[in-house]
């Protein structure tokens, strides 16, 4: 394995936040390429060669480039030593770990297609205002079982503490919180003020810059 400096190319507020709060966490330096979301950036040759779907985040490390952010996660945790963040194989929270790891995608595919629908149609009248209340109820269920698994003080998803899924996690819920009343999730709203409470999260906040895609901090649904 090599050791040199990783790129993280990004996009501020998307999921290449997991990535950079990630790398500041285990104390990783990186080069951070930024990329903006209407300015055809993302369609330049050079970044299409690295990321065929035209998306951020790719990461370029140990001589590989990489895609997919939870990838991306699970590699750095289980390449990089002298950390907490991950289980070791054979240890008992090791399939918790990676349930709530991809738990999070779950939750992320009822958030991109309500940014789809809030956020990017050119025109208003594109939207589909019964979708948006299906995608907005089916996220709201999905945040349910989070809230329960934060019941009776639980600080983080694994009971050791916390580790790279709720690096995962934190971004997904951050996200969700645009769409879904968090009154109702008041285990959810603590865990989501502990994570950005955290010097990692900062320092990745400060490193990323002004995020790109929300203009409110809640989004409610249109009225028919």
Same mark, same amino acid.
């Given at each position: 394995?090599?050791?040199?400096?990783?790129?993280?190319?990004?996009?501020?507020?998307?999921?290449?936040?997991?990535?950079?709060?990630?790398?500041? +966490?285990?104390?990783?330096? &990186?080069?951070?390429?930024? $990329?903006?979301?209407?300015?055809?950036?993302?369609?330049?040759?050079?970044?299409?060669?690295?990321?065929?779907?035209? %998306?951020?985040?790719?990461?370029?490390?140990?001589?590989?480039?990489?895609?997919?952010?939870?990838?991306?996660?699970?590699?750095?945790?289980?390449?990089?030593?002298?950390?907490?963040?991950?289980?070791? &194989?054979?240890? /008992?929270?090791?399939?918790?770990?990676?349930?709530?790891?991809? $738990?999070? +995608?779950?939750?992320?595919?009822?958030?991109?297609?309500?940014?789809?629908?809030?956020?990017?149609?050119?025109?208003?009248?594109?939207?589909?205002?019964? &979708?948006?209340?299906? /995608?907005?109820? %089916?996220?709201?269920?999905?945040?349910?079982?989070?809230?329960?698994?934060?019941?009776?003080?639980?600080? $983080?998803?694994?009971?050791?503490?916390?580790?790279?899924?709720?690096?995962?996690?934190?971004?997904?819920?951050?996200?969700?919180?645009?769409?879904?009343?968090?009154?109702?999730?008041?285990?959810?709203?603590?865990?989501?003020? %502990?994570?950005?409470?955290?010097?990692? $999260?900062?320092?990745?906040?400060?490193? +990323?810059?002004?995020?790109?895609?929300?203009?409110?901090?809640?989004?409610?649904?249109?009225?028919?």
């Amino acid at each position: 394995m090599t050791t040199s400096k990783p790129t993280l190319h990004s996009i501020a507020g998307s999921r290449s936040f997991r990535v950079l709060w990630l790398l500041c +966490e285990l104390g990783v330096d &990186v080069d951070l390429v930024d $990329y903006q979301i209407t300015d055809g950036s993302l369609q330049q040759d050079g970044f299409k060669a690295l990321s065929p779907a035209r %998306r951020v985040p790719a990461l370029e490390i140990d001589g590989i480039t990489l895609v997919e952010s939870g990838a991306m996660v699970q590699y750095l945790c289980e390449t990089r030593a002298d950390h907490s963040l991950m289980p070791a &194989v054979g240890n /008992e929270e090791r399939a918790e770990w990676l349930q709530w790891l991809h $738990y999070a +995608e779950t939750l992320g595919t009822g958030i991109q297609n309500l940014n789809m629908q809030h956020l990017f149609l050119p025109d208003p009248a594109m939207r589909s205002i019964p &979708v948006m209340g299906i /995608e907005t109820k %089916r996220l709201a269920i999905a945040l349910k079982a989070l809230e329960a698994r934060l019941a009776d003080g639980r600080a $983080y998803l694994l009971a050791s503490g916390f580790s790279a899924a709720d690096v995962m996690m934190g971004f997904t819920v951050w996200a969700a919180a645009h769409y879904v009343d968090f009154a109702a999730f008041p285990n959810l709203t603590a865990y989501q003020d %502990r994570l950005a409470a955290r010097a990692a $999260y900062q320092q990745a906040q400060a490193l +990323e810059g002004v995020q790109q895609f929300y203009t409110r901090d809640f989004y409610a649904l249109p009225e028919v």
